[in-house]
């Protein structure tokens, strides 16, 4: 592993653990000894800041306590691991080049920093979006920031168990009453996908108020997609009656207990009204997940004598720990490669309807 010096974020004193002895909860892969500030994902592209947030004046972002000042030269986005009027000093991080920047670039809308060796950065690797525009200039209505006081993993653990939604964000999504309900778990060595399917479900009280939607009930699928390294998710719901559900939802782990996420809900497709509310309901829902996750945080950040358990329903996050753990595991002994194809076109996987989304 690369050996890292802890560098704090200016209002947090997390310990940097990237450069720890390996973990025994790494390497003997036991989802019941999960202790996720253990792993700390390497050579990767994590989504800092929405394209418009960053200009000539620097923004701070932070990746695993990892200082990241994001600002543009002639309208070029740069990452430096220092203000650029600080004066440098120490050693230099290894995850920059020789001038102290690490590589970026431009996609989606998004400002994405590399996390990794630098001389691995490569387009290559980058999530595929298929129902974000490459060149973004979406509306900034469709866009927005909440945070998590939670680890990045359990924020992605909740979100995967889509089931949630039906008790935790009744108010927005509905609630569990349904006719039939499919749940199906799809994997690579670099992603997880989690497919719901629910006949004659509820219809979302937001569907009801602002899309007009007369009928009781309505089919819905669900599809929540996470890329393991980077922390990012694509959740896709499709409601019919009713409109797409695109959002892109990346997890940040800015510190071991602090999760940013600057999403992306792209529902210009949509009618007017349900267009411009539902990417705000999007801080409702936030709140409510934050809930639930901050007061779980510390004991899911720590290692316990108890076991973890599970319910049998749960088998996409049991999968969400495992896959994390052997990625862990490789990159502890140094193999950082890519074994899928994370760039690879996902529209048919999650279920886009292609006509709304052609760019």
Known sequence: MLD????????DHEPDHS?????????????????PHDIVMKDTWFPLAHGFAVGKKPVRRAIYSHPYYLWRENGVAVASEFHPNERRTGEKSPYTNAAGHYPVMERYGYVWGWFGRPEAADPAH???????????????YLLGTVRFDCSAPLSLENLIDLTHADFLHANVVGDEKSESEDVEVFTTSETITM?????GKSVAPVMKFFSGIKTPVQDIRQVIHIYLR????????????????????????????????????NTSNAGFMFRHIMPRASYVVSRQDSSMTSPQSPRYMREEKRRDLHSPFDSAGQKYRSLMLDL????????FDYRDNVSDDCSDLIGLRKELFRY
């Open 230 to 265: 980077s922390h990012c998710a694509i959740a896709y719901g499709r409601f019919e009656p009713g409109d797409d559900v695109p959002l892109f939802h990346p997890c940040v782990p800015e510190t071991r207990d602090r999760t940013r996420l600057d999403y992306t809900m």
């Open 328 to 335: 862990a595991k490789r990159q502890a002994v140094g193999d």
């Open 195 to 199: 497919v719901r399917t629910c006949k």
């Open 19 to 35: 450069s720890a002895p390996i973990a025994p909860s790494i390497m003997n892969g036991s989802v019941n000894s999960w202790v």
């Open 4 to 11: 890292v010096p802890h560098r704090p974020t200016e209002s």
């Open 126 to 140: 980058l999530p595929s979006l298929p129902f974000l525009p490459p060149n973004g200039n979406l509306p900034k």
